[in-house]
């Protein structure tokens, strides 16, 4: 079974642009989680959908907005870029995320650097 | 309340020894403990995950042990190879959130 998957795997962008992350789930996987990576705060949660339906959103501002489509895949998207956005942006699936054995499984990320 | 505190930020440990990573948490409504172990340029990958009735759970050369009580978790890893250099994430996780909350990570380097 293949893995999560996440185009581009790398990005460079300037202050200002916006940017769009893409992420293919497991197959079978109805749950997608984003999170940014940083050296300095570790992984922070962006938010999770299932079933098309935002169900939870982390600390972020109202830049960074996602999204997913009805076969899983989901985006998310930062506009105006800050200097500040340069991470490593993580996506992971599970099949619902709560359950009582469910796993999430991340992909390799996207990292985004900003200038 | 949220958070997850790790210890130690890194680790050096010699070929063979055990390593021992520690986390720490406020949430009572904690109730999925998963580790984490991730390699640089590479996303991370789930070791091994525990639930609050359980107080240890063992799975090759790693183990988790929970002390609910105290709050705290912890992961061995034993006769530790320098392939498992890599940096190692405790997250917890409450029903219903559908989110982890990560630890700050532990740098391990295991030396040959």
Known sequence: KAGVTQTPRYLIKTRGQQVTLSCSPISGHRSVSWYQQTPGQGLQFLFEYFSETQRNKGNFPGRFSGRQFSNSRSEMNVSTLELGDSALYLCASSWYLGGAEDEQYFGPGTRLTVT | ?112
């Open chain 2, 1 to 112: 309340q949220q958070q997850v505190k790790q210890s130690p930020q890194s680790l050096i440990v010699q070929k063979g020894g055990i390593s021992i990573i520690n986390c720490a948490y406020e949430n009572t409504a904690f109730d999925y403990f998963p580790w984490y172990q991730q390699f640089p340029g590479k996303g991370p990958a789930l070791l091994i995950a525990i639930r609050p009735d359980v107080s240890e759970k063992k799975e090759g050369r790693f183990t988790i042990s929970f002390n609910k009580s105290a709050k705290q978790f912890s992961l061995h890893i034993m006769d530790s190879q320098p392939g498992d250099s890599a940096t190692y994430f405790c997250a917890a996780s409450a029903s219903g959130t559908y989110k982890y909350i990560f630890g700050t990570g532990t740098r391990l380097k295991v030396l040959a």
